[in-house]
């Protein structure tokens, strides 16, 4: 099995900053694509940044210049930097990969369980 833990949340100030990291454990041969995304009650998950194996990156509008999705392949970790936050960033954030558990096998998408980001004014 393949797991992945979410870590980081918390409580933060307007303004402030904040690290979220997530970890995937388990049987893995690679990871190819890593994903965070954030959901509030009653509206769709959203898609926040997502990085690929040749480390591309890619960003929602609403956080482009703000936050930074960063991978240790070493440590099966993906990471998402949070700075200058604000309000509406308050969320459960949930990571994602793509990971497969071996060589040219048919991947599969595993998510954590989510950790809760809130910003006060």
């Known amino acids: 099995q393949v797991q992945l833990v979410e870590s980081g949340g918390g409580l933060v100030q307007a303004g402030g900053s904040l690290s979220l990291s997530c970890v995937a454990s388990?049987?893995?041969?690679?990871?190819?694509?890593w994903g965070w995304y954030r959901q509030t009650p009653g509206k769709q998950r959203e898609l926040v940044a997502t990085?690929?194996?040749?480390?591309?990156?890619n960003y929602a509008d609403s956080v482009k210049g703000r936050f930074t999705i960063s991978r240790d392949d070493a440590k099966n970790t993906v990471y998402l930097q949070m700075d200058s936050v604000k309000l509406e960033d308050t969320a459960v954030y949930y990571c994602?990969?793509?990971?497969?558990?071996?060589?040219?096998?048919?991947?599969?998408?595993?998510w954590g369980q989510g950790t809760q980001v809130t910003v006060s004014s």
């Open positions: 990085i690929r194996k040749d480390g591309s990156t």
């Open positions: 994602n990969a793509e990971v497969y558990r071996r060589l040219y096998s048919i991947p599969s998408v595993y």
């Open positions: 388990g049987t893995i041969f690679s990871i190819t694509d």
